[in-house]
């Protein structure tokens, strides 16, 4: 069915896809992850005076940790991270802007259905896919078209920059020449083990240590906090449903569920008028009627090319899908029924629906069961968040407010307000709070704070620590092992010069186990990298001799000797891919300087 978009036609489904694409909320409703933020009232930073929300960051942290990408531990980093990338895209979103570049609405629709993911076995698009993967990642349609949108007028900076890199002929042999070339060395490795004895660091070495790395040692201001959780799971567990309940909340989402929908579409303009194309449906509507198969007559009879060599299916359809006239007919059908015949934009259609996307109502009960508890514990729910914000306020402190409630006081471990607590008190809000002048020097509980929808915490600080430098003795083994580390490197390093030394004075060194390595590559594999770049770094051996340097390597100091060097043989490919290579670096080299002139020249404020 979507083939004709691929190729540019202006056809119904094309513009079918365009609505879809289009209906904000009509597949997955309200953006489902920033609830956090609700208010969406605060920036996060502002970029030449356009705000960056804390909503729109929230979003993409909730995204990254639901997708598995980021560790919910690593969460108020990457939510840094978030913010910088943000920034950077909001200052080449302006640069483009600026520049006049575009994407029209007819570009954009055909590069999403082009896209491979969302295409089925056969090449073409799925309306399943498309929905299934959004919403996996959090996205509506209307969002993902509107990043898509965004993140192909970057692209198309980028694209521009890296078509103007180029290299002259001469540059391109010289470069695949030193990319094919070879080099034959020899290495030894020293570690800890090679010293004539262990490094033994004394007090004195510690304490001056610790003295110019006191930043190291720096804790920052700490919490303990009590605290109390109220969910609303907690609340619907009280909360009975009926059978007649649980039967008409199947069948409002019965009512709503995606279709599993065929259709013979004809249509009229260039090729027949209209009344042709109604004296046509109503032919096969009479073939319908003695017998015929709907599935036969679509690709008898369907102008719709794609779905036609498939029985006129369109796979499942949500509403909002194929608009308002398609909608009315397919979803008042029950399976197994034609509808009569349908005028849409696109023309006529039989439509007939051959099942609905939804599990039994016994398979569903359990699901039922929860959503009907949750709807139904709502307005209690609201209550007990009331109960907990008015006692929580007029109390000392959170005992009586949990006994009234029948809550549980909870005690945290100690935390700062930049990296939060566990659990509940890793929402920025819940730090913040415990942090807040209120709570932590007036000693009040604070404001009841929503986590999520379904979830309210208050906390009150029981125990607070200042801002300071950790003594010595509390951080003793971590910097002896720092200190250990330093004096063994600086002592392999003495030791890897004095065999240079020896070694390019032309005498023998006993006791090093020397690896041997021909003809390697600059990408070769069984050698260590810092040592082969070392390898790659060292001038080219006098004849006879050998060039000598020395490296950090894993477990320590190495010391290498370049004994020959071969040059590449270059052929066309290999040049033609040291060219794309070096072309790549150039244009990401300006990608990076353009970014960063950008954000250098920005009035870029961080709340």
């Known amino acids: 069915m979507l083939q004709r978009i691929r190729e540019g036609s202006q056809g ?25 933020f609700a208010s969406g009232s605060n920036d996060a930073a502002t970029v030449n005076g356009e705000s960056i929300s804390r909503q729109a960051v929230e979003t993409q942290v909730q995204r990254g940790i ?15 991270q978030v913010l910088d990338q943000l920034i950077r895209q909001r200052t080449l979103d302006q640069y483009a802007r600026e520049g006049g570049l575009h994407i029209s609405d007819s570009q ?7 896209l491979p993911e969302f295409q089925d076995q056969d090449g073409h698009f799925s309306d399943e896919l498309f929905t299934n993967r959004l919403a996996q990642a959090g996205y509506t349609p209307s969002s993902f078209r509107r990043e898509l949108r965004a993140d192909t007028l970057r692209r198309q900076i980028q694209q521009g920059l890296a078509a103007s890199a180029f290299l002259l002929p001469a540059e391109k042999a010289r470069l695949a020449s030193l990319q094919q070339q070879q080099r034959t060395f020899r290495y030894a490795q020293l570690t800890a083990a090679d010293l004539d004895q262990p490094v033994a660091p004394s007090d004195a070495d510690l304490q001056q240590y610790y003295d110019q790395h006191q930043q190291d040692f720096r804790r920052p201001a700490q919490v303990k906090v009590n605290y109390l959780v109220l969910n609303q799971d907690d609340v619907a567990k009280d909360v009975e449903v009926t059978d007649d309940q649980l039967r008409q909340a199947y069948e409002q989402a019965q009512a709503e569920a995606p279709r599993e929908v065929s259709h013979i579409l004809v249509t009229f303009g260039d090729d027949r008028t209209e009344q042709q194309a109604r004296e046509r449906l109503t032919e096969v509507q009479s073939k319908l009627e003695q017998g015929a198969d709907f599935a036969e007559l679509a690709r008898e009879y369907s102008d719709d090319s794609s779905s036609a060599d498939r029985g006129g299916d369109l796979g499942a359809i949500q509403k909002g899908f194929f608009g308002d006239e398609f909608d009315d007919a397919a979803f008042s059908l029950e399976p197994g029924q034609v509808s009569k015949i349908v005028q849409t934009q696109y023309g006529f259609h039989l439509i007939k629906v051959t099942g609905v996307d939804i599990p039994s109502f016994e398979d569903d009960r359990d699901a039922l069961t929860e959503q009907v508890k949750l709807e139904k514990s709502q307005s209690l729910f609201n209550e007990r968040v009331q109960k ?38 890793s929402n920025p809000d819940a730090a913040a709070a415990a942090f807040s002048p209120d709570v932590l020097e007036d000693g009040y509980n604070s404001d009841v704070i929503e986590t999520d929808d379904q979830q309210r915490v208050v906390l009150h600080v029981v125990d607070h620590r200042d801002a300071s430098t950790l003594p010595l003795e509390e951080v003793r083994d971590q910097v002896m092992a720092a200190v250990k580390t330093q004096q063994t490197r600086q002592q392999l390093l003495a030791r890897a010069a004095e065999v240079r030394q020896s070694l390019e004075s032309g005498e023998a060194v006993s006791g090093l186990n020397w690896q041997q390595a021909d003809s390697v590559g600059r990408d070769a594999d069984g050698v260590p990298e810092a040592i082969r770049q070392e390898a790659f770094r060292l001038p080219h051996p006098q004849q006879n001799q050998v060039s000598w340097g020395q490296t950090d390597s894993q477990n320590g100091v190495a010391v290498v000797g370049l004994e020959s060097v071969s040059s590449g043989e270059a052929s066309a490919d290999d040049a033609d891919f040291v060219t794309r290579l070096a072309q790549r670096v150039q244009a990401q080299i300006a990608i990076q300087g353009l970014s960063q002139t950008l954000q250098d020249e920005a009035d870029i404020e961080r709340n």
């Open 12 to 36: 119904w489904v094309a513009k079918a896809i365009v609505g879809a694409i289009i209906v904000t909320f009509a597949l997955f409703g309200a953006e489902s992850l920033v609830s956090y």
């Open 108 to 114: 954009l629709d055909q590069l999403i259905v082009s």
């Open 66 to 80: 639901r997708s598995g990408q980021v560790p919910p531990e690593q969460e108020r980093q990457f939510r840094g």
């Open 388 to 425: 907990l914000t008015d006692e929580a306020y007029q109390a000392d402190d959170l005992t009586t407010v949990a006994d009234e409630l029948g809550l549980t006081v909870q005690t945290s471990d100690w935390f700062s307000q930049d990296a939060g607590g566990e659990g509940v008190l």
